[in-house]
């Protein structure tokens, strides 16, 4: 079902797989099956479905909070033990930020919290303290440091649990619905937050909703739909109608500029479209010029 292996794309071996993966909640029905997902170093990669499809479900399976009832989840090409030393592992490279960020936060100041992960990774205090500020700076929140997590907004609380995933330096970032609650300025910081780390050589994957936002940030989607998990380049799959169709989604903006400015002859084969109101500016910008 997969339409494009990152594995034989790239050459290389992704960082982390699910390999055939299915799961089932105690007493239900299946919610994924035989589903194959391979998260690539480098890059970024937005999974989409209708709600209930198996987001939240497969983000949790490929960060090892849950355990695949068939198939395997891989690090590095290697079958992931779920023994103490096998999550250490995982959670060393692998870091998952949940929707809500209060499943995430405890600690009584975003410093704190922060900090938690790493303390727990028993490094050395300077270690910690370096992350920390790190963090909090990458996130733009180091006005909130000393701030008691429950006095902050939605929108800071979210960068805080982001925060303290990213204080664990994983290769692979995983979000659940990230922009959920943002105002647009908000999701602005916080993409400039996610290029950053992206150019810092992070790997990032988010769940959302939002066909616009995933055109413009991914670089490869993969899509929940009833036929299974469809992977490939995000400019592709949001251009396929009927698996859009399929997973209940909505056609991105960019993707239904561009169909018109091909029809129009004003865009070439190849030529890269505009994703944003930004781009599509400096595009008609650059038509009037021409
Ligand atoms: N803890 C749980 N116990 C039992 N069933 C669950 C549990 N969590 C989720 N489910 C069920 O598993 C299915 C997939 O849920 P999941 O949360 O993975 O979907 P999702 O794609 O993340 O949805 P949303 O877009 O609403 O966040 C749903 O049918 C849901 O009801
Ligand atoms: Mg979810």
Request: charged residues 25%; glycine residues 10%.
């Amino acid at each position: 079902m997969t339409s494009q292996d990152p594995t034989t794309a790239q050459g290389s071996t992704p960082v982390v797989e699910l390999v055939g993966a299915g799961f089932a909640y105690e007493d239900g029905p299946a919610v994924l099956s035989g589903v194959d997902f391979a998260v690539a170093e480098g890059r970024a990669i937005a999974l989409l479905g209708r709600n209930g499809s198996g987001k939240t479900t497969l983000l949790r399976l490929l960060s090892g909070g849950l355990r695949c009832g068939s198939g395997s989840l891989r690090l590095d090409g290697a079958e992931v033990a779920y023994d103490r030393r096998g999550l250490t592992r995982l959670r060393t490279t692998v870091q998952l930020v949940v929707q809500d960020p209060d499943d995430q936060l405890f600690a009584a100041s975003v410093a704190q919290d922060v900090s938690f992960g790493p303390m727990n990774l028993g490094l050395p205090e300077e270690e910690v303290r370096l992350r920390v500020s790190e963090a909090l700076e990458a996130l733009d929140i180091v006005a909130l440091a000393d701030r008691p997590t429950h006095l902050l907004s939605y929108g800071q609380r979210k960068r805080a649990a982001i925060a303290g995933a990213v204080a664990m330096r994983p290769r692979v970032l995983i979000m659940d619905e990230p922009t959920a609650g943002l105002d647009p300025h908000g999701q602005e910081r916080l993409l400039d937050a996610l290029r950053r780390l992206r150019e810092g050589g992070t790997t990032v994957v988010m769940a959302t909703h939002d066909v616009d936002l995933a055109l413009r940030w991914a670089d490869e989607a993969a899509v929940l739909a009833p036929s299974g998990l469809h992977t490939g380049p995000v400019a592709d799959l949001l251009a396929d109608d009927a698996l859009l169709a399929a997973a209940r989604l909505r056609r991105p903006w960019g993707t239904a500029v561009a169909r018109l400015l091909r029809a129009h002859g004003l865009l070439g084969a190849g030529a890269a479209e505009p994703r944003t109101p930004e781009e599509l500016d400096a595009f008609t910008g650059a038509l009037v010029t021409e």
